[in-house]
């Protein structure tokens, strides 16, 4: 394989430009040219390439978001998109393509494999929603932001006595919810997974509140409810002062973690070796510390399974 080219889709996930560097470096080092693709599929329609060498990764690994741009292309979903990508694809000579994003993302790479387009996805996103790796690029950071706002939020909960709710990321999947609110000690963690009453999370608070606590702190994934629906009934049936703050996008940016960037580094570096060795159609994955490759189609047909005991070690440890 001479020619490749990588793209980053969907929603952005710290992390993902040290995939990128480590894409183009190792497909360099292996004697291949790339191009970056700007604004993910939309760029493959547009033609928005741009040839990428050792130095235009420099200085990057530490930088949040993606040099390359991202972006969702509903027209890349009909035939018509479809068919201008391809042509731009073979006008450039790229025989492969790095396709770094969500389960979305791959949905596109899969199309593209079965033209003849050799794909090889690398989970970039911060839900840690997809099946066959524990991490996805972008979750570790983004739980150890939540982590860090917590940390902050403690502070000022002990001086008022308040119970806080702090909505995270997560409309489908509790995870970020569930880590961080682990790392945080959080009395609550709320995730759309695991059904719950708010009489339930009342109770907690009031038990917590006549054994001496100063404060609580609930985390809630946006999927499990509004965190100020949530923190107005808290109020209703408690009586309790409750502050709502919503993290929203401050979970998207911020400088990688090592954790990310040696995560981003290996995916990348096992994209190109496969796409050397001739396959498509696979992701990279990490599970139980070691690369784990699987084909595309499968990610999609799974689900990822929600940590349970985690989840119920996080009850223990907050009684
Ligand atoms: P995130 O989970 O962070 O939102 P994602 O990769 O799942 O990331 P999506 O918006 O679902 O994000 O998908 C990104 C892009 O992938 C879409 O805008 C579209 O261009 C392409 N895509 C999604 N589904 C398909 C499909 N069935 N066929 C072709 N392309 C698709």
């Given at each position: 394989?001479?020619?490749?080219?990588?793209?980053?889709?969907?929603?952005?996930?710290?992390?993902?430009n040290?995939?990128i560097?480590?894409?183009?470096?190792?497909?360099?080092?292996?004697?291949?040219?790339?191009?970056?693709?700007?604004?993910?599929?939309?760029?493959?329609?547009?033609?928005?390439?741009?040839?990428?060498?050792?130095?235009?990764?420099?200085?990057i690994?530490?930088?949040?978001g993606t040099i390359l741009?991202?972006?969702?292309?509903?027209?890349?979903?009909?035939?018509?998109?479809?068919?201008?990508?391809?042509?731009?694809?073979?006008?450039?000579?790229?025989?492969?393509?790095?396709?770094?994003?969500?389960?979305?993302?791959?949905?596109?790479?899969?199309?593209?494999?079965?033209?003849?387009?050799?794909?090889?996805?690398?989970?970039?996103?911060?839900?840690?929603?997809?099946?066959?790796?524990?991490?996805?690029?972008?979750?570790?950071?983004?739980?150890?932001?939540?982590?860090?706002?917590?940390?902050?939020?403690?502070?000022?909960?002990?001086?008022?006595?308040?119970?806080?709710?702090?909505?995270?990321?997560?409309?489908?999947?509790?995870?970020?919810?569930?880590?961080?609110?682990?790392?945080?000690?959080?009395?609550?963690?709320?995730?759309?997974?695991?059904?719950?009453?708010?009489?339930?999370?009342?109770?907690?608070?009031?038990?917590?509140?006549?054994?001496?606590?100063?404060?609580?702190?609930?985390?809630?994934?946006?999927?499990?409810?509004?965190?100020?629906?949530?923190?107005?009934?808290?109020?209703?049936?408690?009586?309790?002062?409750?502050?709502?703050?919503?993290?929203?996008?401050?979970?998207?940016?911020?400088?990688?973690?090592?954790?990310?960037?040696?995560?981003?580094?290996?995916?990348?570096?096992?994209?190109?070796?496969?796409?050397?060795?001739?396959?498509?159609?696979?992701?990279?994955?990490?599970?139980?510390?070691?690369?784990?490759?699987?084909?595309?189609?499968?990610?999609?047909?799974?689900?990822?399974?929600?940590?349970?005991?985690?989840?119920?070690?996080?009850?223990?440890?907050?009684?």
């Amino acid at each position: 394989m001479k020619r490749i080219g990588i793209l980053t889709s969907g929603g952005d996930a710290p992390g993902m430009n040290a995939a990128i560097r480590a894409v183009v470096r190792s497909a360099i080092y292996n004697g291949m040219e790339v191009y970056g693709i700007k604004r993910g599929y939309a760029g493959l329609i547009n033609g928005d390439f741009v040839k990428m060498d050792l130095g235009s990764v420099g200085d990057i690994i530490h930088r949040g978001g993606t040099i390359l741009r991202t972006a969702r292309s509903e027209e890349f979903k009909t035939p018509e998109g479809m068919e201008k990508a391809l042509k731009n694809i073979e006008a450039l000579g790229l025989e492969g393509l790095v396709v770094i994003g969500g389960d979305g993302s791959f949905r596109g790479a899969i199309e593209l494999s079965k033209r003849g387009v050799a794909t090889i996805g690398i989970p970039g996103t911060i839900d840690n929603d997809i099946p066959f790796t524990d991490y996805s690029i972008g979750f570790d950071t983004a739980v150890n932001t939540v982590v860090e706002a917590v940390n902050k939020i403690r502070d000022t909960a002990t001086s008022h006595e308040r119970t806080f709710i702090i909505e995270v990321m997560g409309r489908e999947s509790g995870n970020i919810a569930l880590y961080s609110g682990v790392a945080c000690g959080a009395e609550t963690i709320l995730v759309p997974e695991i059904p719950f009453t708010i009489n339930d999370v009342c109770n907690k608070i009031m038990s917590g509140y006549r054994r001496g606590k100063l404060h609580s702190v609930i985390i809630l994934a946006e999927g499990a409810g509004h965190g100020f629906d949530v923190g107005r009934e808290i109020k209703n049936i408690t009586g309790f002062e409750t502050r709502v703050i919503v993290l929203g996008h401050l979970q998207r940016g911020g400088t990688p973690t090592a954790f990310d960037r040696i995560l981003a580094s290996q995916m990348g570096g096992k994209a190109v070796e496969l796409l050397k060795s001739g396959m498509s159609n696979k992701m990279v994955g990490w599970v139980k510390g070691e690369l784990l490759v699987t084909d595309l189609e499968q990610i999609l047909t799974a689900h990822k399974v929600f940590n349970i005991e985690l989840f119920e070690l996080a009850n223990i440890l907050s009684i």
